[in-house]
């Protein structure tokens, strides 16, 4: 391997893909998870410097990690809730997505997908705790649902807020299952193929607790439906 | 064993439990699955014996097996949709069941349902093709679904229609999932698990496809609620 | 949304379904998992200024959960077997449920359901520690079996209580599987899926460990069969 | 229910949503499995006639579901390898979706989202064969993944290819697992679950061999970018 | 490999192994399944041949396989409820087993299941249709399960009958869950957990629908209790 | 429930099972596992007043547990090994199981069974770090596994070593998997898989880690073939 | 995609991967399943045009595909027990591959592996019915098994032979779990999980069935051990 | 047992198996997994002394174990990445094996199969963070894929790298699923999954995180292929 290959960077412990933003219109973004939180805070620095016109972001950030990042990179913005830390100055937004929760327990990963739809370039707004044993809740927001370019629906349990938003709307929506549950929830499968066998067709599903993911897939939809 | 325990009735193939009636009230019903044909008519005529008064059910019945039994037991009340047959007179009702639907492809099983309820002593009514994503469909009928003593909803896919139900009203909910659905739907088992994580209190969920448990638990219901 | 809708009640962090009452009989209750301690606080003191004529309820709460109602709300009924509390005077009894448990380490949850039973509205009371494996102490109580309005049956491990019991009696029947076992018991799948295939009909089943659907739907059949 | 509500229709065996077009965007569509071939029929022809101006689409359909509406439905247009049926013109196209297949045996899945794509308002075009262990058959077409509006990425077996486009190009991707591949695929769900744990973002996945579903939210994105 | 090794003989698609009743005291048994039926007659043939003087055991046998062997081996005898055949004379019973069923549709495993044993060299008796929702059948023979030297216990659906009668006595029980059931029975699989869970101590589980296996099981216990 | 039913004894946390002796011959056991240390210390006691004469056994214990045992019952002997204790005089041995364990890390559960075995009037030995991957280690203990009454067979991993012993000799055989192994063992999933599925006839298989079911199947076993 | 790209084939249905020979030395082979007979035919004649020197291969062959191929194509060899077809000379062997099936039922797979040996470039022998439940039949020929250049191991049922024999020789091992067995087999996925846990160290395992694969493999091993 | 057999060597806890070397060419390893530190220290120490020449290897060690073999060993070499300890001289390397890995988190597995390689004696070199969602960091390694005698390929989420490089060479390829990712990547049963179903035929796998298991095989083929 050529480790004068521009297209990549070679951190010793890590080889940074900084051709991503060239290839994909978004840059490479640092999972925490499985990394020590000094790997944590040389990654976000590295993709920084190759990127210092916007933002680059953190995700499954543990609380070490939170610290050490706030510690060494006094830049940085860190997002308790969303276990996430950036740096940089956000891209200027385009288009909208709206983030829908279920339940109050599905806040940290409501807000890993805004804070990844606002690194992705796209304009965001959340409306929390909505779940479908409260239907007047949801009803009361449908032209707010109506009005977004694009959904991100996060909810755990059953899961079947997606089925009941997609059959309101007809704004492409992605399915954010949720490990919140117990005993059959199985550690969010239950959601997850309740979303996956969604009666409501246009829905989009993502990993269990994946709200970095549905935020990048919400945040492209939105930007090129904003061009 | 004592052949002569008038608790049983020997078959020589079965042992019928002819007792089950008074122990709870119900008689025992055939379930013809795995039992040839000759053996469905013969069970169904040694309940009817021991219940001429009270009609007596047996369900998941074959091509083959519907066809002997309205051959042999001319009396018989078959139900081709249901997969099922009766026969002697229905008990005289008491409360209401209302028996609800999510698409037309479980109509089987809300038939079975439906027809179990009524060999149980309950009146019955139903409502189909009231999935949630068209919930204006099933907004309509939120007085119907209040005014029951006790609800059967009867749902394939992600099996949603429970969850919404049972935020909508407080009535006793026994929840059926049924196989329909393809893929991840692992035949039942994904609108199962939906049932069970139910964000709605106050439900309680039958084997897949099993209309006859859940009209049986709603009958019973019924029952005691009009006395 | 509408903040000044009466229907909900915004606390910044969550957004109370304080009509639920009036559309299902009963008001919200607080699943403490998932939840931080002093949310669960704000929550409950929400629901009882919302309905300070009826007990309200708060569930699956941890050590320092129940420690901070007790501390922050005196007069709050703290129950460390059910790991709940509950705040506001009990519904007035009607009906009779009985909650039977198979074994000692089921506990937990019977007394979850129990206390849930209580706090909608219906009478209660518990046999303990009636397994299958030694049938006399489950004969010795089918009187009392038989003369309740609802049985909620709380089983591990294998989760044949509940078809024993339904082919004692034919009273109204929710069966709750609990985590009790080890190995193959999966966290409690065994005895859920036990319980979901029972050759007795008329039982339905709740979550694994779900001792507060159970109680909500057997107090519901309870109350609305003493009316 | 007010049979007069003009937004459902009643065929007796179902109630069509002849309103979702005006809430969503895009009529029902008939998911044949499940139903009988008269129902198939009838069906079509009543949501023909309240959308003549635009094509509606029937899916699933057995080879006698097929048979029937060629001949009932002279005006249908009968696609056997997608095993689907469209009655009426297809509305104007708007963007452009691409939808790519790994395998020659991914054919039908593919066929079917390309015919959804079509009947949902957006332009379609198709690669097929360019799985990832021939990866220079993928590198070629880049520009053409990059050139769409929305992409729909079919496989099976080990469901890699979204994977690998997604690394590729930073269009939304909507991923489509196949039953294709035997023992250890279990049907698509291993397939499913590679693509759910895709190390690429932006991806969302539908439910096995779920076509349909894939098109109508590639063809939303792809509508709403080109507007 | 030395073919002229008297451990073993080569039929060209098989290698019997005819040292087995040396090393095991019971001789090689044809498992039917997936051989053809010529192959079928060739081992009961070859293994007769080499045990004259006791009975040799083919079982999993399908209508082809039955009548090829009944065509061929007219000394044959065929039990079609079991689905399998033997040829030579039984040895002479020691010790006492008894095969208990739940269901009448448990019957092909049960007697698969008395045949092994009276192959294997063991008395053998049944009782069937003893399932756990009527208790009183099961009450009724208590003193026959515990005069028997080991017990098969044949259950399909949730599986309790195993627990049931290991709390009634202490005889050694083999357990046998057999594919009987539905939905969430899961082939079998619900019945084998519920078994494998038991609460009652001194219960071995053998493979779903496995007769055989329970009655080589059953078969060496009660011989050498005898001795 | 009438109290002073001499077949239970009412610990006001449990009613334990002394009749158990007189059903099964043999007495109730605690299961430690979900029970507070304290708890076990008084059953223990309970069931060794009872049975004054007999060996009773607490599984399943803790370090608090066995501490509590050993400073609150000086009597009781602790196996910090089988995670197990015992009061009161073994009962006198008939018969001789051998306890066969694959590996080092079966230990814990091979001495459970060991103990049980003790407990439950049979003689015992043990053989260990036999592993199919060593065969020669097996081979030489052949005779050994040959002169037993009943064989326990302990193997984690793949969980072959049933399939091997139960070629090797016709011993009555109960197989224990074990939770040893990582990744694709599933907890012992594979093991239990493995053992159920054997392709040598007779062997019965118990939970993953029972250590003590697989004791008492075999003392049992053991001890009536010594009558 | 350029259509003159000399590394790709289109034939319409499909794009024949011309170039893998060049880039991994064998060339792509047809996977006959989920093809039509006259695809499977095109393919196999576009394959050995384009390799007129070398053994191609199509596997998964139906009957009417094996006799398609049989009729249209006279020089092909038509392999029935492993349901597969070649065109063209063998390459000239280089090393020795063996194949070692645990059972009779096993040899449709055992096939497949050696044929695909074959026509990957080395020799193969094959060694038939040597189960683990006989082990004689093994030990009698390990010095065979020590003397290949690669094993491929084929069992079903509890899959336990690939730790057998990888215990007894160091020669790279590819073990392939088949399908065979009933129950908890749940369709070869316990032998895979068998595989997969084996306590003998230096095996690979394929997909359920997958002799191709294994076959590719194991030769791909012989032929540069012998260079 | 003869205890004097040369073949084994009992340090009461354990029987090691110091033939193996004879019989496998490879010494038996140490699994640290569920074994105490000193246990490990005794193995490794006899292990050393039974074969001083040779390297020997100890697993899947915590920290207590690594310390107290780096203070009670001071010989030994501690590879705190790899999780593992060797002591004595590496063998002479034949052959040579590339170890390449997706992500940075696989570090863990790929340091322990390469370790494993050298101790097995071949030549080894590792390539990192070559993950298929970038692809062109893989192609740019294309030739020393292409040039080892055996590859090691780890990949955790949806394990798809083994898929792309076995389509790009033909070198016999060892594929570790490791346990990186969450939600539905199920602890790494879908990395497996995805490894097992690969359309890139000649790849084994080995079990979840097993890098061991890897590098004994990768080693014996890069062996013999230097012969």
Redesign the interface.
């Known amino acids: ?2 480790p004068t ?1 521009p ?2 960077h070679d951190l010793g ?3 940074v ?1 900084v ?2 933003a060239a ?4 840059p490479e ?1 640092v ?1 925490g ?3 020590r939180p000094e ?1 944590v805070v040389a990654l976000l620095r590295t993709l920084h410097e190759r990127h210092p016109d916007r933002m680059v972001l953190a995700t ?1 950030l543990g609380p070490e990690a939170l610290d050490l990042v706030a510690g060494e990179l006094p830049d940085a913005h860190v997002d308790e809730v969303a276990r996430a830390a950036t740096l940089g100055p956000p891209p200027a937004p385009r288009g909208r997505v709206l983030v829908v929760a ?4 599905d ?1 940290p990963v409501a807000a890993e997908a805004a804070l990844s739809v606002a690194a992705h370039g796209a304009g965001v707004a959340r ?11 949801l ?3 449908r032209d ?1 649902l109506a009005a977004a ?1 694009a959904l991100v629906v996060v909810a755990g ?4 807020l997606p ?2 938003v ?10 954010v ?1 949720t ?32 709200g ?3 935020g ?2 919400a945040a ?2 939105a930007r ?2 904003a ?1």
Chains 1, 2, 3, 4, 5, 6, 7, 8 share one sequence.
């Open positions: 391997m050529d290959d297209r990549t412990f890590a080889r893909d051709d991503r290839r994909t219109g978004d973004v999972l998870q499985g990394k790997q499954r279920a339940g109050t327990s806040a409306i929390d705790d909505v779940g479908v044993a409260g239907l007047h809740r009803l009361a927001v707010e370019d349990m059953e899961g079947a089925s009941v997609g059959g309101l709307v007809g704004v492409p929506l992605v399915a299952p490990s919140i549950g117990y005993g059959a929830s199985l550690g969010g499968v239950s959601a997850l193929l309740g979303m996956l066998n969604s009666c409501a067709p246009g829905i989009g599903v993502v990993n269990i607790d994946n970095y993911g549905a990048v897939l492209r939809i090129q439906s061009r």
